[in-house]
């Protein structure tokens, strides 16, 4: 591997030209796996208790729609994750037909797939879910809960609503990985996951574009900060470098950014790390049990064995505690960020 000294030119044209793929991961697999996880101790009884029995899973399917991305190549998948509402035209959010059969016609099969189709995908799986709990079938419940959870996530992550998604417009490449990975991985643990019991939602479709107009909003708020940042930073200390001068990389070839960026940046941020992450948990909850008051309330606990759910109660008695401060048992998701392995500095 050829060693490269630092020089900060080098890494702008590089940067330009990498691929970024954390991209696949909205939040990252440690944010989609809290967000889940706490959504089902929002629950209010007796839904809780139903998605305590299968909280291992809902929590760690949480990123299946990002595996099918990528790891089974599915491209069907990729539209579902994100809307570029600024190629949609001016003002889209209050434009866009509310109905999927309607964008469609509209827009047809493959601008929407250029474009993406986050919101309409979902009010589907919302209406999946909605017809899996009036059938009681319980592989479709969990299955479609951990699913939605994970559309909701990308929902209430700014840039998947933005076509300057990795600000690639703006000279920011690299941004989609340092707010979704590096800086939850370094902040998550300070947030307070804790946001109370989840609301029933009277409109799912007005809500989902209203969530959108939200996550879109806070897009400029993040590009601007970070824009404003690298102005006045010392160019030298925006990248962790290692000890030859080479930015370091993650795993997934995503660049590092120093601890004392990623830092400044959440600061200057003011809260909005925070606020869209408890976003995601508070729709997450919300869609989940709205589905199931729209299903007319289906008593749920013959689905599982008495003894099981008697065990689960035991264990959730014990989470219930923690959740009160606003925390969960410890999650074992994969790290994208604290992995370093030189090897994979630039070369
Ligand atoms: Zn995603």
Redesign the pocket.
Known sequence: MKIRKFNWKTIVITLSITTLSTI????GSWG?HYINHAAILSLPDPLRTFFYNHADFITEESVV??IR?YTIGDKAEFP???IDLEDYGADAVHTLPKSFNEAEEKFGAEELTKKGTLPWTINEMEAKLTDAFRKKSKNEIIFLAATLG??I??ANMPL?TSSNHNGQLTDQKGIHALFEGEMLEMFGKTINLNMGSAPCFKDVNQTTWDMIEATHAAADTLLKAEADLRKIFPKRNIYRLDSADRVVKNQYGDWYFSDDYVKTLHQNLDGLLERRFRAAIYYTSGFWYTAWVNAGKPDLSDLDDEATTKCNQKILKKELKLWKKGKTFNLKPVPEFKLINSDHAHD
């Open positions: 696949a991961w909205a939040w989609h729609p990002d991305k579902r994750h994100y994970h559309y996530g990308d998947h």
